[in-house]
Each structure stands twice: as C-alpha cells, then as structure tokens.
C-alpha cells in the first residue's frame, strides 16, 4: 500500500492501460507537454512518447471527433475536456456521433473510447468552470458515466473504463484532486456499474457521489455519534447503475437521502429517487429526501460557494431533521 | 548603425512605426499623424495598465485575488486597439483585456470582482460598451459578430456620418483561432459583410502549447481563406496597433466588410497565476522579448524626441502609485454577494420552484449565522 493523491492516481491509471495495451492513446490541451492544467497526466509523455501523449489544438470538437475516428480504427483513446462544463461545446460528437454509433451501424461499429474531464465545483471557479454535469450524460441513450471519489477507485475505474468497448465518460471530482487515499500496489481493475457501500448503517441509507461522497462521511461520522446510524453508498457509476446495492440498502434502512452537487432540477437523484418509488416504495418508512446545490448557476464568492453545495453539515442536519420529524 | 547591432528585428510581414529602440518609422498604408502629446498620452496608458497588472499579481499573492490573468508584455497591442475605438463602437475581450478596458474607461475595480470571486463580471456591457470577459475560448467572437449583424440592421454602417457608424472589435488569442466557434464567426462576417475587427494577440503561447501547435501558416493569413483582409502588426508596438486598429474599424465602419488583425506578441508571465511556465518554456526566450519592451520603446522616444514638462515621467509615476492603491484598497472592499443574489438574477421572471428554493437558502444561510454568534 501507499498514498497517492487522487490527481496522481489519474495519471497512474491511465500509465497502467497504456503499459499493458498499445492501442490506448491519450490526446487533449495541455496535457503532455505539461502534464495538464490538473497535473492529472504529469510523466506520460515521458512514459510513452509524443506518438502516444499528443498535445491538441484548442477545439474541443476536433478533440472528441477525432477520438471517435480513432477508435474507428482500432485504437483505444483517451481524451482530456480540461473542465466538463466545455463538454457544452462539443456535445454534438458525445451526443449525436460517439453515442449513436454503434446503433446507427446495427451493432457493428463499437467505440471503446474515453473521456475524462475536470468536473464539478468547490475551487471557485465560477459559473462555467463549476458545473457538476453528470446528469447531462446520464440522460444520453449510449454512454456510459462514472465517477470516482478515492485514488484507489480513480485507478480502478479508468481501467475499467478503457477495457469498456463503449463510450465512458468519466468525471474527475475536481475538489479531490489533493485529497490522498491508500492504494495497492500493481495492476488494479474495478468494475463499471458497480456502487461500494463506504460505511454501513441501520438508520438511514444516503447515497453520494465524486466530491459528495467525503462530505456524506463525515456527516455519518457527526451522525453516529448523535446516535443515527447513516449508511453512506459511493454510486460510481451512473451507467450502469448499481440498482442492486441502492435498493438492497433502501430495503434495510427505510429511509433514502441522495446528496448531489448538481443543480436541483434532474439531477441524477431524481431518477434513482424514481426508481426507488417505482421498485421499493414499501420498504419507504417515510419521504426519500434530496440534498442537491439549489436550481442557480454555482457563485464562486467565498461567503456563497460553500454555503450552497452540499457539505457535511448541512447533510448531517438534514437526515438529522428528518428522522427526528 | 554600430549602436544597432543589438537590434531585435520585426518578424518579416509585420507592421512597425515604432521600433523597439523607439525609432519612428513610417509605413505606406499606415500614416500616423499623431504629436507627441498624444504619444505622451500613450505612454501615460500603458505604464497605468502595467500597474494596475502588477498591484492585481500582489493582490493575487496576498489572497486577496484567487487568480489573475497578467497582461504583461500585452499593454502596446491592447492600448493601441483600445485607443482606436470610438465611444459607441463595442469591444468584446477575452479574459486578459484589462488594457482595452482602461481605454473604455471601466474602473480597474470592476474587472476585480471576477478575479476575487465577489461577482462573474456584474457588470453592464452598455455602460462602457464593454461586454465582459469571457473564459469559455472564443465564444465571444460568436457575440461580436451577432452584435455586428444588429449594427447592420439598425443602418449603423456606412452612412458616412462618424458619429452614427459603428464598428466591433473582438478580441481573441493564438489559441482561440483553433476554436470552431472563431471560424465560424469569421464565415459569418465575411458572408454578411459585417462590421466587426477580429483582433487576435499572438502571445505565442496557450497556456502550454506554443502558437506552431495550432497554426503552419500565420495566423493573419487565415482571413484570405474566408474573404476578407488580414494583416500581422508588431504587438509590442503601440502606434502600430493604434493606426492599423483605427484604419481596419474605419473600413468596418464604413461598410468594407471585417478585418482580420494579427497582434505579433508575447505573454511575458504565467497564463494566470496558478500556471508554472518552467514547466514548458525557456527563460531565455522571455529574455528575448524584454528587448521588444512595449513600454521602453516610447519611453526612449519621447526622451529624446519631444518637449515634455519636466516632470512628465515622475508625474506618470506618482500617478500609477495613486492607481495602485486605488485597486488595493477597492478590492478589500468589495462587496461580497447577498446570497439572495443568485437566484435573484437568474431569471427576469422568477419561476415559482426557484423562489422557494431561493428563500429556503436564504433562511438556511440566516441559521447559520446565527449559529455562529452564540
Ligand atoms: C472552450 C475552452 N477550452 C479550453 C479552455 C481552457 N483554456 C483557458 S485559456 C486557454 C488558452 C487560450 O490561449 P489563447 O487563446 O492563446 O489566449 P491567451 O490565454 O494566451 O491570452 C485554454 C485552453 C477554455 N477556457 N475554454
């Protein structure tokens, strides 16, 4: 075991895809020359050489466009969207092209590509290098969307995510980035639509994801000592969804809380609340709950930006409130 | 000629009427009449906007700012354009015009909020004709051309009347020039004939990435292929961006169609100031450019060149000094947003689901406040 930071582990993931399988590439801005804007990619280019650890112009479209023509090829890449909220200015090669594919060709064209992107706020960036867009993926028939909230699951899951024959999407927390994790040492592969349940509890299951998971903790630790038994289950993976976990936890619990980063309205809470009310809404003991930034853009104000997103508190104070009502 | 030998020549193609030893030179298609007084004004601008850059960077160190974004090695380009704008025409910057918003007459303060995090901008576009920066690279070229295509429709070009007919200038970097969204925007104005000057300063760096990982040819060539003229200026040269700047918005003005004009330059700092330059670029290269000081040049003209009042260059001084502290000051008081203040913003009309989550938080933020005084 050692300690790496979650920034360190996206580098190291991907050094380990690319040492085992020729056919990974990595290609985005900034990201071999100076080992990323994040530091996310830092010696790769060292590693593998400018053929494999490609500098691009400054077009998000060309990036994710390429990827796709590349993967047609046989390779496996791997592209950097430096923050997710440009997703928005290529999501017609995610939505229309990569995600359609392998429908439009009956089957018979597959892209097992990856995209991994800066997600999420916390830092100050403001509104349009903030945004937690998750849900904007979750909602695209085709695409497959994770993100990981320890350096040992970073590693695990772009592994899983590059031997994935589809199109991943995956979410870098960016707020984890210096947060440290111990890790095994050698190869780790995880696996796609598969939650972990990061402390087990009797009273309430709370459900979190990328930069939420650490803050559910921590109000489960505050939690336990008032007495509250907080199950607290990491999701991962959006697509697939771990459905199996969720409603096995709802069904000892009784009581469902999501806590979410993304603004109020259809964040991905939503459709697994949905989900729990159509398959589990018996083994409800009372209203499931969703504790999500409210329906604005994220303000990057010190005196605001904390106060909005979920933290420990006021999700602690929340399933505290509910289960005393 | 011996005392030339050190001369930094100008990149073949580029357009010069300073050199950086402050030689005034002439250009055929770019006659300046300009006095000395108004280069003394020049001078005036670009040392104030180096310190308004320079008291911005402390401020950042202090963590009074979370980032900056340093214009420095910029100012010539950015003060001549500036300069070269009427009143009612509209810029549109990037990130990084702190100098053109000198020259539009916005308070350094106002570009602050941004860079401490208080606001994303805040600020009416109208106000100065100003619009606010803008991160998400190149999007605003998009808006400047839309903002062209309302000047064509209001009959706002080519009425020969100078205080009628408008012009946009859009403001955009090497790295930009890869975006789909600058393409575009030249496709549309050169389709529609529109009003806009496409300003690009070639820092020669994006973030990382040097200008050769976006372009083979020079930039200024681009425009040929999409129909209209482009030209490459020394950027570092501040009577060279005021007259081409001035001639490509008349022409604008005048119904010619859009312009394409390359600002040969040099980023001499960090991209922002959580960027680490060593990791990619060599010092020796920004020594090189220090030669090309935009600053220096007038400076070693003027000296020698015209009749200032003896105090003109103290005066200059102990003016930044005074803009110095006006910017520290300003920022520790600035503001910080209600927390009502985002959702009241949001809508023109509110929808009912966020005025609730609204008041929700509003009284969220009250429990903790109180919370926090017992
Ligand atoms: C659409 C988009 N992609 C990437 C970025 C990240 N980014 C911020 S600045 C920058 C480099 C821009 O370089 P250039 O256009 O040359 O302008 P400069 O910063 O040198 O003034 C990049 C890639 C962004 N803000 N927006």
Redesign the pocket.
């Known amino acids: 075991m050692a300690e790496l930071t979650y920034r360190d582990a996206i580098a190291r993931g991907i050094a380990q895809e690319m040492a085992r399988d020729d056919r990974v590439v990595l290609i985005g ?2 990201v071999a020359g100076s080992g990323g ?1 994040f530091k996310t990619t830092v010696g790769l280019l060292d590693q593998f050489g400018p053929k494999r650890v490609i500098d691009t112009p ?3 479209q060309a990036i994710l466009g390429a990827v796709m023509g590349a993967a047609m090829t046989g390779l496996r890449p791997v592209a950097e ?3 997710s ?2 997703f928005a ?2 999501w017609d090669l995610v939505v229309n092209q990569m995600a359609k594919t392998r429908y439009m060709t009956n089957g018979q064209v597959a892209l097992p590509l990856v995209v991994k992107s800066g997600n999420g706020g916390g830092l100050r960036f403001g509104a ?2 903030s945004q937690a867009i998750e849900n904007w993926a979750m909602a695209v028939p085709g695409l497959k969307v994770v993100t990981p909230s320890t350096p040992e699951d970073v590693i695990g899951l772009m592994a899983a995510a590059v031997r994935d024959d589809d199109p991943v999407l995956f979410f870098e927390a960016k707020g984890l980035y210096p947060t440290k994790g111990e890790v095994p040492a050698g190869e780790i592969v995880d696996t796609l639509g598969t939650a972990k349940v990061r402390r087990a509890g009797t009273d309430a299951t709370v459900l979190a994801l990328g930069l939420m998971v650490p803050r559910a903790m921590q109000a489960a630790d505050h939690l336990a000592g008032q007495g509250i038994s907080v199950e607290v289950i990491d999701v991962r993976s959006l697509v697939p969804l771990d459905t199996a976990t969720i409603l096995g936890s709802v069904a000892k619990t009784g009581r469902l809380f999501t806590v979410e980063e993304n603004p109020r309205l259809l964040g991905w809470g939503a459709e697994i609340v949905s989900i729990v009310a159509e398959e589990s809404f018996w083994d409800l003991d009372a209203p499931i709950e969703r504790i999500t930034t409210p329906h604005i853009p994220l303000p990057s104000a010190d005196s605001l930006e904390d106060l909005v997103l979920p933290s420990a508190d006021s999700i602690a104070q929340t399933v505290e409130k509910a289960l005393q009502a | 000629m011996s005392e030339h030998v050190n001369a930094v020549q100008p990149e073949p193609d580029m357009i010069q009427l300073l050199t950086p030893e402050g030689q005034r030179v002439e250009h055929p298609d770019y006659p300046l009449d300009i006095t000395d007084d108004e280069i003394a004004a020049l001078y005036r601008d670009l040392v104030l906007v180096r310190r308004i850059d320079t008291e911005a960077i402390a401020l950042q160190r202090q963590g009074e700012l979370g980032l900056w ?1 340093s214009l420095l090695g ?1 100012e010539a380009a950015q003060i001549g354009a500036g300069r070269a704008l009427r009143p009612h025409d509209m810029a549109f910057p ?3 015009e702190h100098g053109v918003a000198w020259c539009r007459g916005v308070d350094p303060l106002t570009l602050l909020g941004l860079f401490r995090g208080t606001n994303l901008g805040g600020f009416s576009p109208y106000e100065h004709n100003f619009n606010l920066y803008t ?5 605003q070229t998009l808006h400047a051309t839309g903002y062209a295509m309302g000047v064509v429709r209001d009959g706002a070009v080519g009425t020969g009347d100078p205080d009628r007919d408008t012009a946009v200038l859009a403001f ?8 789909g ?1 600058v393409n575009e925007s030249f496709v549309f104005a050169a389709a529609g004939n529109l009003p806009v000057v496409f300003f ?8 990382s ?1 040097p ?1 050769e990982r ?1 372009s083979r040819i020079p930039l200024f060539q681009r425009a040929s292929g999409f129909g209209f003229p482009g030209v490459r200026i020394d950027g570092n040269d501040v009577l060279a961006s005021l007259a081409v700047t001035r001639k490509a918005l008349d022409d604008a003005r005048n119904a010619q169609g859009p312009r394409l004009i390359e600002a040969f330059t040099y ?1 001499m700092n960090a ?2 100031t959580s960027d680490d330059p060593t990791r990619y670029r060599l010092g020796a290269e920004t020594e090189t450019w220090k030669l090309r000081d935009p600053i220096a040049r007038v400076k070693a003209y003027l000296v020698r060149n015209a009749q200032l009042p003896v105090d003109f260059f103290d005066d200059v001084e102990a003016e930044s000094l005074r803009l110095a502290e006006h910017v520290r000051i300003g920022c520790r008081a600035l503001p910080n947003p209600t927390p009502a203040s985002p959702f009241d913003a949001l809508f023109v009309d509110m929808p009912d689901e966020v005025r609730e989550q609204r008041d929700e938080f509003v009284e969220f933020v009250a429990s903790i406040e109180e919370a926090a005084e017992v």
């Open positions: 801005e900034d804007v400054i077009s998000e969207i430096m923050f909220d440009f200015v290529c349009q290098h | 974004a910029q990037s990130y990084r991160i998400v690279i190149g999007a955009f970097g090497d790295g930009a020039s890869s975006q969204d690009c300063q070639n820092n020669q760096w994006a973030i990435e200008v976006q980023r991209h922002t």
